[in-house]
């Protein structure tokens, strides 16, 4: 059962992230997988997953790029590669998390703190500051003079010290979020800290319009409850044993801007109330094939295995040594374990693996749903939030935003973990994406589904979620690349919907899904895998559009920034109007509403796509796009009557056209460019 072993895993990343680096812990988990032998509730040709583009290159340049930390062939399609730039050396070798940004930085977490880039050259980004504040696993978000970062993990500490927590129990641990103040962003202060039963793993910020003296954040919590002896409160039984238990619910910090040291806490929502877990599909016949060949091989070598989730797994030696280390204290030994200590260790390992793992829910009735989410994304615009909530979709009304309220839920065997959810912009749509393999396995082969490890996208009807279809990296990848849907953002195209989207080592991929039964790639950017005969550290981990531009965190590798270029799918004009969208900030998991101001390059947009959906006919598109020329190139009163004129016409051609609300939309802004017009 996916929710509660989904529970599991995360009691068993808390400890394994105090023994290992991040990028182990990923590794370790990824081994762990979680889903349950289910059949799939949809097959592969369900429309939507082909994905292909006519005029795509064919064979496609992604498949078969060499190999290379630093010097990784690249595929590049309709994007243009403006920088790449390695980490500051604090930050070399530690994994790059996700992306905030503030006028004209952008802030990128790390699992050793956060970088401050200056981007306003984007061509060539310079570090503005390096900030080394472990944590695990630093999730960042802005609002004004404030940073807001995530810490989950048993290592971080509250005065960002790099020596760890080593006690099981301490005042010196932090989990949950902090606060800095970065009125001088070349010099953050951390002005508060806000403990949390079972950290953050991710974060959203809401800003009520209704409230200016305050912004809300909810913590999304993964990790394992801690213990009361270190915050009290905190109880780690399922709410059938105990109705204060910190699973089943998030939690709502009230954060008053004027006094940042005052956030705390207010609420803790339980939105996944009468939820039962959902069929999940089970590993592909590949990975169990894998799985028990590495066990087979790992006990014929002396290895060690356990039982974890329903299958034989074998365990790292960072894992294991720790282990055995405790065995030769407990019996008062010094140096090498024995034979002995080796034999009391495997005895004990089923306990072990149970004691992490956690207990499940008693009881004989349907297992329970969902416990916590991955993450949440707010859109104060439309008062409505998509919750990605591991085993399900979710649709919240945030109107209150103390006490956010679900209103619909979807679930699809075809989904192994609910990770990040998007809003197209007037919010008639939402794509979910499923994590399939926790971000550490190679989910993008040629052997792994279609519908698996991809995105799933809504209608939004009456406030219900109705299936179209899903969308899925279209380049199969390597065995050593890690690889599947991650984090992404809308572009804003006019008139259109259009997303970039982050694939870990599957790089990134810009699609349109205007139509959300058939979303197609329109771009892409690709490096080959980071090593050739492992799986290696890298890939993008987010990839947004801010001010023009889009930037991608390399999990590895540093901040790659890219900008679209013109191409059959995307026109000039459509770029450049969506350039004219900018924002004072930009924190994804809360979504803005794109508005474009009245603009020639705006309406000629609206002509592109008039012509691309053959709207008007080809004479009519040539007649439009000289008025418009003709009217930009005059002023006053010649402008004014000439652009009043056209935008009457068009009103006219509105009533035959194919695509009238469009031949409306260009109208409308027309008339605006009039009224404009002095």
């Not at 592969?44 to 630093?70: C, F, H, Q, W, Y």
Request: proline letters at 7%.
């Amino acid at each position: 059962m996916e929710s509660v072993c989904r529970v599991k895993r995360s009691r068993l990343q808390s400890v394994l992230a105090s023994f290992f680096s991040p990028s182990l812990v990923v590794a370790v988990l990824s081994v762990a997988g979680c889903a349950t032998a289910t059949s799939s509730s949809r097959v592969s040709n369900v429309p939507g997953i082909g994905n292909m583009s006519r005029g795509e290159p064919i064979p496609d340049p992604r498949v078969g790029l060499r190999a290379g930390k630093t010097d990784a062939a690249e595929a590049v399609w309709n994007l243009r590669v403006l920088s790449k730039t390695a980490p500051p050396e604090k930050f070399a070798g530690i994994t790059n998390s996700d992306l905030s940004f503030l006028g004209p930085y952008a802030i990128q977490g790390n699992y050793n703190g956060y970088q401050v880039w200056d981007i306003s050259n984007p061509s060539s980004p310079t570090i503005k500051t390096a900030y080394v504040c472990p944590a695990s696993q630093s999730d960042v978000s802005v609002y004004k003079n404030l940073l807001f970062v995530s810490g989950e993990g048993l290592s971080g500490r509250i005065d960002c010290g790099t020596q760890g927590v080593k006690d099981t129990v301490s005042k010196d641990r932090l989990r949950g979020l902090r606060i800095f103040d970065i009125s001088d962003i070349a010099n953050p202060k951390n002005v508060g800290n806000v403990q949390t039963c079972r950290g953050s793993h991710t974060h959203t910020v809401l800003v009520d319009p209704k409230d200016p003296d305050n912004v809300y954040v909810y913590i999304s919590g993964s990790a394992g409850v801690r213990s009361p002896s270190e915050l009290a409160g905190c109880v780690k039984l399922t709410p059938d044993k105990d109705p204060n238990s910190a699973l089943f619910r998030i939690e709502v910090i009230k954060v008053p801007l004027a006094h940042p040291e005052q956030a705390a806490i207010v609420s803790s929502p339980r939105i996944f109330n009468d939820l039962v877990a959902p069929a999940r599909h089970g590993e592909s016949p590949e990975d169990i094939a894998e799985a028990k060949k590495a066990a087979a091989e790992a006990r014929a070598k002396g290895g060690y295995t356990a039982m974890i989730f329903g299958t034989e797994r074998v365990l790292p030696p960072m894992f294991i040594n720790p282990q055995l280390d405790s065995i030769v204290k407990a019996r008062g030994g010094t140096g090498a374990p024995t034979a002995a200590d080796s034999a009391a260790l495997r005895t004990a390992l089923p306990g072990i693996i149970a004691k992490l793992i956690g207990e499940q829910p008693s009881g004989s009735g349907p297992r329970p749903g969902p416990t916590q989410c991955h993450d949440i994304t707010v859109y104060p615009a439309i008062g409505l939030a998509g919750g990605a909530c591991e085993g399900y979709g979710f649709l919240l009304d945030i109107r209150d935003p103390e006490h956010p309220v679900r209103i619909a839920a979807v679930a699809d065997s075809n989904f192994s973990y609910w990770h990040s959810a998007t809003f197209n912009n007037d919010g008639t749509k939402i794509l979910f994406s499923d994590e399939w393999g926790g971000g550490g396995q190679p989910k993008c082969r040629a052997t792994d589904r279609r519908e698996w490890g991809s995105d799933a996208i809504f209608t939004i009807v009456d406030g219900k979620m109705q299936f179209q279809s899903y969308y899925k990296l279209p380049a199969p990848q390597t065995k050593f690349e890690n690889c599947v849907a991650h984090n992404g953002s809308l572009i804003p195209i006019p008139g259109r919907d259009v997303m970039v989207q982050a694939w870990y080592q599957g790089g990134i991929s810009v699609f349109d899904w205007t139509d959300p039964a058939h979303p197609r790639e329109i771009a892409y950017f690709d490096r080959g895998p980071a090593d050739s005969t492992r799986m290696a550290s890298g890939g993008s981990w987010s990839a947004y559009w801010y001010n023009g531009v889009i930037v991608s965190s390399e999990i590895s590798r540093g901040l790659d920034i890219f900008e679209l270029t013109p191409s059959a799918y995307v026109s000039q004009n459509e770029i450049d109007a969506a350039k004219t969208v900018r924002v004072d900030y930009l924190n994804t998991q809360g979504q803005p509403k794109f508005v474009w101001p009245a603009s020639f390059s705006l309406a000629r947009a609206y002509v592109d796509q008039l012509a691309r959906s053959n709207g008007l006919g080809a004479a009519r598109i040539a007649a439009v796009r000289q008025a418009l020329a003709s009217a930009e190139n005059s002023s006053g009163a010649q402008r004014r009557g000439a652009l009043t004129q056209l935008a009457t016409q068009l009103d006219g051609d509105a009533t035959g056209s194919v695509d009238s609300a469009k031949a409306r939309t260009l109208a409308a802004t027309v008339r605006i460019l009039a009224a404009a017009s002095s």
